[in-house]
């Protein structure tokens, strides 16, 4: 299958980036490891006139900062995935990046492309919601950074206008002691999430601080189980908690009946899979 | 667009539209079809190539984007005419039947190799789950991507031994 024909532009900086985005506006895309884009493209569900390269324009380091973690857009899934330092310090994005896609995808896929792409069904959105992270754009107008739960607006759609370029992704540096983990159900490897939910717990003196709860393909775009997070902050963690939390994010759920199994099904799989990622989280916070 | 690429060790150049997608590329234009187009939709692993060393899926790539890059397909994989410790312990364990997802299996067995020179069946099964094989039931697959790495880490003189005559 081949895409309907468009003009390739291959920046070598940032700077050029912004400025060919600026020239060419919402005729143009952005493509960084294509692993979403070009099948998209190849189907013909896309086809935008001008594709601009960005991947030669660096943007890929992982490092901590100024108290948060900054990871350039160009991160490919593979190195996030083999981080040591994500290992030690960010359990849940280290859950999760060994479960996106498969290993031959994760060679050119970028936690960038995947944000900007917004398929419910994408994992990092999710994980970046539990753990309140958020985005920074930068076009020839400027800079600007925006919460994760602000960036994401629909089905396939950001608040990204089609002049800016998603620079670098935060997340705030963990509290003492927390964990937390990302569970995937999906019916073999490579295939979309059937369910997957990211969760992440923070205790102080013993007492959950903040609970973040992120579901995968169970609506028009990943979910932030708030009423779920709400109910957990400040009390005592404990099975029954814990349940509740469950009940929460299922009834928070919207997913669709499809090949991968009915709405009810799926909903339940969101209440386990919370439940178990609390308890996980649970275990990971004490033992920090 | 002109583009080159080094392929197999030697730079080849072509003119192509900026659509045209790597594997097609490489089939078509430079005559290499031991990489085979599967499903197209990035999910079989079938198209696999190295860039740069690393597996990818040449369906999910625009040739342009390999430009002044290095591709290794399964042809590259043979040196001065002896087969490569991968492919000679694919035939030795029986590592294929059709041979259709074999080329793809080999060079990211040979990538995992690159990375953990002895890997456990769980890694290298993990290794290989984005590479689909409909006849072998992936065992002796596993097998011989493990026999590749303990001859190679034997060294030179065990490797020659894995050499096959055509």
């Known amino acids: 299958m081949l895409p309907s024909r468009f003009e390739y532009h291959r920046p070598d900086s940032l700077e050029e980036a912004t400025h060919l985005l600026a020239e060419l506006g919402d ?8 692993q979403s884009l070009i099948p998209v493209m190849k189907l013909r569900l896309a086809a935008p006139a001008h594709l601009v390269d960005i991947g030669r324009i660096g943007l890929d380091t992982i490092a901590e900062t100024d108290g948060h973690l900054a990871i350039g857009a160009l991160a490919r899934h593979r190195d996030l995935e083999r981080s040591d330092l994500l290992k030690a310090r960010y359990p849940v994005m280290a859950a999760a990046a060994p479960l996106i896609s498969d290993p031959i995808v994760r060679n050119l896929g970028t936690i960038g492309g995947s944000l900007c792409h917004a398929d419910p069904a994408g994992d990092w959105a999710s994980v970046m919601l539990a753990l309140q992270a958020s985005v920074v754009v930068r076009s020839t107008r400027g800079e600007r950074e925006l919460a994760m ?19 670098e992704v935060r997340v705030p540096q963990p509290a003492g002691a927390s964990g937390g983990t990302y569970l995937k159900l999906e019916r073999k490897v490579g295939d979309f999430a059937t369910v997957a ?6 205790l102080s003196d013993g007492a959950i601080e903040r609970a973040g709860i992120g579901l995968t393909a169970v609506g028009s775009k990943n979910l932030q189980a708030t009423d779920a997070e709400e109910s957990l902050a400040g009390t005592e963690p404990n099975e029954a908690a814990f349940a509740e ?14 090949v991968r199994g009915s709405a009810d099904y799926k ?16 275990e990971m916070a004490r033992a920090a | 667009m002109e583009i080159t690429i080094k392929i197999n060790g030697a730079d080849r150049t072509a003119d192509v539209e900026p659509r045209v997608l790597l594997g097609y590329l490489i089939r078509e234009e430079f005559g290499l079809t ?39 397909t399964v042809e590259g994989l043979l040196r001065d005419g002896q087969l490569h410790p991968i492919q000679a312990a694919f035939k030795q364990e029986h590592g294929l039947q059709c041979g259709f997802c074999t080329p ?28 689909v094989c409909r006849c072998t039931g992936y065992m002796n697959i596993v097998k011989a991507i493990q026999a590749a790495g303990r001859e190679m880490a034997a060294g030179p003189a065990e490797t020659a031994d894995a050499t096959v005559a055509s």
């Open chain 2, 104 to 131: 793809g299996m080999m060079l990211t067995g040979s990538a995992l190799l690159a990375e953990n020179p002895s890997p456990s069946e769980e890694e290298v099964r993990w290794a290989i789950s984005g590479n």
């Open chain 2, 34 to 72: 031991g990489t085979h187009v599967g499903c197209d939709t990035s999910s079989c692993g079938a198209c696999t190539v190295l860039l740069d060393g690393r597996p990818i899926k040449s369906c999910t790539m625009f040739a342009a984007q390999a430009d002044g890059r290095e591709v290794t």
């Open chain 1, 149 to 167: 739960s602000e960036f994401l607006q629909d089905t396939f759609t950001t608040a990204l206008e089609p002049d800016e370029i998603l620079t």
């Open chain 1, 267 to 282: 909903r339940h799989v969101v209440d386990v899979y919370v439940r178990r990622g609390l308890a996980r989280a649970l």
């Open chain 1, 197 to 202: 939910t990211a969760v992440h717990l923070s």
């Open chain 1, 27 to 34: 005729e143009a895309k952005v493509l960084a490891g294509g």
């Open chain 1, 245 to 258: 939390a469950g009940r929460l994010a299922a009834e928070a759920s919207s997913p669709v009946t499809d």
